[in-house]
Nanobody, 109 residues
Framework: EVQLVESGGGLVQPGGSLRLSCAVS????????VDWHRQAPGKKRELVSS???????RYAESVKDRFAISRDDNDNTVYLRMNSLITDDTAKYSC?????WGQGTQVTV
């Protein structure tokens, strides 16, 4: 069974940084495209960033140059480093891999 567990969210001041983790178990994270999504109250879910099997990355325009996605194949974990956070980044962040979703972690700026 594939399980994804997010962590690292919290309350941060504007301009601050956080690093989110998506720990994958039951399947090699490098075998799937792994996405980070976010959803704020009253808004549609937004694809924030993704990393594919070869390590190529993509970002939403709203987070480009501020966020960085990476993958540690030894830990089977995908990270989302978020810098220069703004109030519009407030949302619940969830990761998705191989069709499975984690429970999400709240980020409040």
């Amino acid at each position: 069974e594939v399980q994804l567990v997010e962590s690292g969210g919290g309350l941060v001041q504007p301009g601050g940084s956080l690093r989110l983790s998506c720990a994958v178990s039951g399947y090699p994270a490098k075998s799937c495209v792994v996405d980070w999504h976010r959803q704020a109250p009253g808004k549609k879910r937004e694809l924030v960033s993704s990393i594919n099997k070869s390590g190529s990355t993509r970002y939403a325009e709203s987070v480009k140059d501020r966020f960085a996605i990476s993958r540690d194949d030894n830990d089977n974990t995908v990270y989302l480093r978020m810098n220069s956070l703004i109030t519009d980044d407030t949302a619940k962040y969830s990761c998705q891999a191989c069709g499975y979703w984690g429970q999400g972690t709240q980020v409040t700026v």
